[in-house]
């Protein structure tokens, strides 16, 4: 008796971003703000960071909220139902409880029910894979539209007295709807990691060490020199191979939007890189913080309001965080 063959679903050819959402937490927290537990100053942050203010939201608002009215926004400004989302991807380091995921309640509030939904945990990396598998799902039949969040609470997981990360944090929300396209609209995606140097940043105790009363609330820490080097040198690199992938020039590009980690770190991206002054360049660092995963989609969200013209130009976005991981893509802008 012979085996049956196996029907396989196939989709589009191709996938585009329809429009961004956004959600910022509700205050303005500036420098001098923060300066005192970690015996600094206004003007050490902004040389060192190139932040002037970051958001930070309400005790009683948490990431799945911030998701949620991001997400909202964008299926609003896509034109596509909220019936018709296929799947939702959260990219969340966040996330208030381990399970369930905050996908699945996003999902339900935006009136996707029974959408396909799940969380990915890659850090400040999150929401360019998500936009990798939004892409990956359509175009394998899987999904006709998807919405990818990048979204964090960062404030939550913050210790003041910190002086390596806690001053950069914010907190807030990025979403697109993704879907069918009739030409490529999302470039091949380059992403990895590097998990030999996991101690770069991340928490530095874990759930049961607090339970168990041998550590204090797991709060975030990073290495500073060793993250800059490694984003400032290798990843160039990643960001070469994005736009040699998706077969253009860095003069092709309208804008280029990297994850929103240090202002001295972007401004040395575009210089290795050699773009040219006409590329308009992400830099929503200075009055956001840097967000993790929703920074890309937060820092695009505003290029786009405060230059509508480059709607229909491509854009290169790249995150790098905890893991170490990395991804890059060149997008059309929607």
């Known amino acids: 008796m012979s085996t049956p063959t196996l029907r396989q679903l196939q989709g589009p050819a191709h996938t585009r971003i329809y429009a961004y959402g956004a959600a910022r937490g509700e205050n303005y927290v500036p420098n001098d ?39 909202r926004e964008a ?39 029974p959408a396909a939904a799940y969380d990915v945990n890659a850090a400040c990396a999150g929401f360019a894979y998500g936009v990798a598998q939004a892409d990956a799902l359509i175009r394998g039949g899987l999904a006709t539209h998807v919405v990818v969040v990048g979204a964090e609470k960062l404030s939550d997981i913050v210790d003041p ?35 030999s140097k996991a101690d770069a940043v991340g928490m530095n105790a874990t759930l049961t060490e607090f339970r168990d009363g041998s550590a204090p609330w797991p709060t975030l820490r990073q290495e500073g020199p060793t993250v800059f080097r490694w984003a400032v040198w290798e990843m160039v690199k990643v960001a070469r191979q994005a736009i040699e992938a998706a077969g253009i020039q860095p003069s092709d590009l309208a804008a280029f939007v990297p994850h929103q980690a240090n202002m001295r770190i972007i401004d040395e991206f575009a210089k290795q890189l050699g773009l040219p002054e006409s590329v ?19 820092a695009t969200h505003r290029l786009l309001e405060e230059h509508p013209e480059l709607s229909g130009g491509l854009a290169l976005q790249i995150g790098f965080g905890a893991g170490l991981v990395f991804g890059a893509q060149v997008v059309v802008l929607p």
């Open 33 to 71: 703000d923060l300066v005192g537990p970690i015996d600094s100053s206004d003007e050490w942050i902004r040389q060192r960071t190139g932040i002037v203010t970051r958001v930070r939201a309400d005790s009683g608002t948490d990431a799945i909220d911030l998701a949620s009215d991001a997400a």
């Open 161 to 195: 007295t910190d002086r390596s990360i806690s001053f950069l944090l914010g907190d807030g929300a990025g979403a697109v709807v993704v879907g069918p396209s009739d030409t490529p609209g999302i470039g091949p995606t380059i992403w990895g990691s590097d998990g």
């Open 75 to 113: 299926i609003e400004k896509s034109g596509v139902e909220p019936s018709a989302i296929d799947a939702v991807i959260v990219a969340t380091i966040s996330n208030p409880k381990q399970t369930p995921s905050a996908s699945a309640i996003v999902a339900d509030r935006i009136g996707a029910n």
């Open 280 to 298: 308009v360049i992400g830099r929503d660092i200075e009055t956001t913080g840097n967000t993790s995963a929703a920074s890309i989609p937060l």
